[in-house]
């Protein structure tokens, strides 16, 4: 392939990416005005937002070794095409349970898609590391875009549409980044194609959904209710069965070697972290500044955006404190800094503030902890080790939104009445949610410090006790979700 055609198919999938990183974000300030049209409950606005994380996470290390071994051109198409069918039947969705699969069909595109992005530029540029980098930077800096634009345009549409245009955006979006990419994008598998682990997955998902579906429903079922303590059981028994599974698995969703490096664990937890506690306070947040605050969608967008400036001057300044201090100071202190913002979020809900300090933490996060565990995997599973960072990131945000979104509905005691009313209750909820939040970040923010390298000379340790060491980061990631990632 020509140096022009391997730009050109970067174009493309750069393009697939800000439609990840929008529609991360750009339903968020359209939540209200989705509620007073179809009066979904609490519970239904959580699985409304979640279903596209839930989905994503729940199917992306699959998708991954299937565009591996399958063709990761292949498996983009299919994806944009599932992506753009989904969004039309959100668009036309007249009820919270159509909404909610229309976002379901959404993160399996997004899932199928997603992995081929950065596997794709691997590829076109697997002769060319100084191109190679710069296609990836401008990969990293397109998420961002992606995810600042989301609560802009969300806010924007809403004004002058109607929520359903969220959902209308994605259609032409997503054809024509499909028909170019017929053009563009080359075919290009993994040269010792994987078998898929069937059964991993399913216990895999299976165990997510039994527990989001479990934090979710207990506000309203009750925490200690026959439905809800029963999701819980199943989710623990499947999760320890998959545990089993992938240890006898002949070929499991994980390689052995990346599986049992400590430092891709610490990475990992870092990045679903960081996507819990910024996701699940930017899912509180945005209800508080449009029903307590009085804001409209536009407004509420823009309040928002701060978050993302933060994002990128954090990922900016990810790169010379890992090279200087290594990858252990700069997550450590990135997680720190979201915790701190989370901490401000509660005390005196200053909005402004949590988002300059967790925004700059996830700056200096995601990069960093992203390009740890991407060294970890070979380059012919290149599909696989994107697919395990998207899965992390989707896992974290599913989870913050969901048990932040629970903590708040269970201390403002109520179902959606609670974000109806406005006042101290809901302050009350937001409050011991966004104290969650900031608890869970500082044990991430510890168990950074102990398992990822540090400055040149001083690496980290790994479970097998083994060192590890990490490359100079990517640059600018967004949020999605996506929020943040370079897989």
Same mark, same amino acid.
């Given at each position: 392939?020509?140096?022009?055609?391997?730009?050109?198919?970067?174009?493309?999938?750069?393009?697939?990416?800000?439609?990840?990183?929008?529609?991360?974000?750009?339903?968020?300030?359209?939540?209200?005005?989705?509620?007073?049209?179809?009066?979904?409950?609490?519970?239904?606005?959580?699985?409304?937002?979640?279903?596209?994380?839930?989905?994503? +996470?729940?199917?992306?290390?699959?998708?991954?070794?299937?565009?591996?071994?399958?063709?990761?051109?292949?498996?983009?198409?299919?994806?944009?095409?599932?992506?753009?069918?989904?969004?039309?039947?959100?668009?036309?969705?007249?009820?919270?349970?159509?909404?909610?699969?229309?976002?379901?069909?959404?993160?399996?595109?997004?899932?199928?898609?997603?992995?081929?992005?950065?596997?794709?530029?691997?590829?076109?540029?697997?002769?060319?590391?100084?191109?190679?980098?710069?296609?990836?930077?401008?990969?990293?800096?397109?998420?961002?875009?992606?995810?600042?634009?989301?609560?802009?345009?969300?806010?924007?549409?809403?004004?002058?549409?109607?929520?359903?245009?969220?959902?209308?955006?994605?259609?032409?979006?997503?054809?024509?980044?499909?028909?170019?990419?017929?053009?563009?994008?080359?075919?290009?598998?993994?040269?010792?194609?994987?078998?898929?682990?069937?059964?991993?997955?399913?216990?895999?998902?299976?165990?997510?959904?039994?527990?989001?579906?479990?934090?979710?429903?207990?506000?309203?079922?009750?925490?200690?209710?026959?439905?809800?303590?029963?999701?819980?059981?199943?989710?623990?028994?499947?999760?320890?069965?998959?545990?089993?599974?992938?240890?006898?698995?002949?070929?499991?969703?994980?390689?052995?070697?990346?599986?049992?490096?400590?430092?891709? *664990?610490?990475?990992?937890?870092?990045?679903?972290?960081?996507?819990?506690?910024?996701?699940?306070?930017?899912?509180?947040?945005?209800?508080?500044?449009?029903?307590?605050?009085?804001?409209?969608?536009?407004?509420? *967008?823009?309040?928002?955006?701060?978050?993302?400036? +933060?994002?990128?001057?954090?990922?900016?300044?990810?790169?010379?404190?890992?090279?200087?201090?290594?990858?252990?100071?700069?997550?450590?202190?990135?997680?720190?800094?979201?915790?701190?913002?989370?901490?401000?979020?509660?005390?005196?809900?200053?909005?402004?503030?949590?988002?300059?300090?967790?925004?700059?933490?996830?700056?200096?996060?995601?990069?960093?902890?992203?390009?740890?565990?991407?060294?970890?995997?070979?380059?012919?599973?290149?599909?696989?080790?994107?697919?395990?960072?998207?899965?992390?990131?989707?896992?974290?945000?599913?989870?913050?939104?969901?048990?932040?979104?629970?903590?708040?509905?269970?201390?403002?005691?109520?179902?959606?009445?609670?974000?109806?009313? *406005?006042?101290?209750?809901?302050?009350?909820?937001?409050?011991?949610?966004?104290?969650?939040?900031?608890?869970?970040?500082?044990?991430?923010?510890?168990?950074?410090?102990?398992?990822?390298?540090?400055?040149?000379?001083?690496?980290?340790?790994?479970?097998?006790?083994?060192?590890?060491?990490?490359?100079?980061?990517?640059?600018?990631? +967004?949020?999605?979700?996506?929020?943040?990632?370079?897989?």
């Amino acid at each position: 392939m020509t140096r022009r055609g391997a730009w050109a198919a970067t174009a493309v999938v750069c393009s697939a990416q800000f439609l990840i990183g929008l529609d991360f974000t750009v339903l968020n300030v359209a939540i209200p005005g989705l509620r007073q049209d179809l009066g979904p409950s609490m519970a239904e606005t959580q699985w409304i937002v979640d279903g596209y994380a839930l989905t994503l +996470g729940a199917c992306v290390l699959a998708a991954g070794t299937l565009s591996d071994s399958y063709g990761r051109r292949r498996a983009f198409l299919a994806g944009l095409a599932v992506c753009a069918l989904a969004s039309l039947g959100g668009a036309l969705a007249d009820s919270p349970a159509q909404v909610v699969a229309a976002r379901c069909g959404m993160g399996l595109g997004a899932a199928l898609f997603m992995p081929a992005t950065l596997a794709t530029i691997a590829h076109v540029f697997r002769d060319a590391a100084a191109d190679r980098r710069r296609a990836m930077s401008l990969w990293a800096a397109v998420a961002g875009i992606g995810t600042l634009t989301g609560p802009v345009a969300g806010g924007w549409l809403v004004e002058h549409s109607s929520w359903r245009a969220a959902f209308w955006l994605n259609v032409p979006v997503a054809l024509a980044v499909f028909a170019v990419a017929v053009v563009f994008v080359p075919e290009s598998t993994g040269p010792r194609p994987r078998p898929l682990d069937r059964a991993g997955a399913l216990l895999s998902s299976g165990g997510l959904l039994a527990l989001v579906w479990g934090i979710i429903e207990a506000p309203g079922r009750g925490w200690l209710s026959g439905p809800v303590l029963a999701a819980f059981a199943v989710a623990a028994v499947l999760m320890a069965v998959f545990a089993w599974w992938q240890r006898r698995c002949p070929a499991p969703m994980l390689p052995p070697a990346v599986a049992r490096d400590g430092g891709v *664990g610490a990475a990992s937890v870092a990045l679903a972290l960081m996507s819990f506690a910024v996701f699940g306070a930017m899912f509180i947040v945005t209800l508080y500044l449009q029903q307590v605050r009085g804001m409209s969608p536009l407004e509420a *967008g823009l309040r928002i955006t701060p978050l993302s400036v +933060g994002l990128a001057v954090g990922a900016g300044a990810a790169a010379v404190v890992s090279k200087r201090y290594g990858a252990r100071a700069s997550v450590t202190a990135g997680l720190v800094l979201i915790a701190a913002g989370c901490a401000v979020l509660a005390g005196d809900t200053q909005v402004l503030a949590f988002e300059g300090l967790a925004g700059f933490g996830a700056g200096l996060v995601a990069p960093v902890a992203t390009e740890t565990l991407m060294a970890a995997v070979p380059e012919e599973s290149s599909g696989l080790g994107s697919a395990l960072n998207d899965a992390s990131r989707q896992v974290g945000s599913t989870l913050g939104v969901a048990v932040l979104g629970s903590v708040l509905a269970t201390v403002s005691t109520g179902d959606s009445a609670p974000v109806a009313a *406005g006042g101290d209750a809901f302050v009350r909820g937001m409050a011991a949610a966004a104290w969650t939040a900031a608890a869970l970040t500082l044990a991430g923010a510890a168990l950074a410090w102990f398992r990822l390298p540090g400055p040149e000379g001083t690496p980290g340790r790994s479970s097998a006790g083994e060192t590890s060491s990490v490359p100079e980061p990517l640059p600018v990631q +967004g949020l999605t979700p996506e929020a943040v990632r370079r897989p």
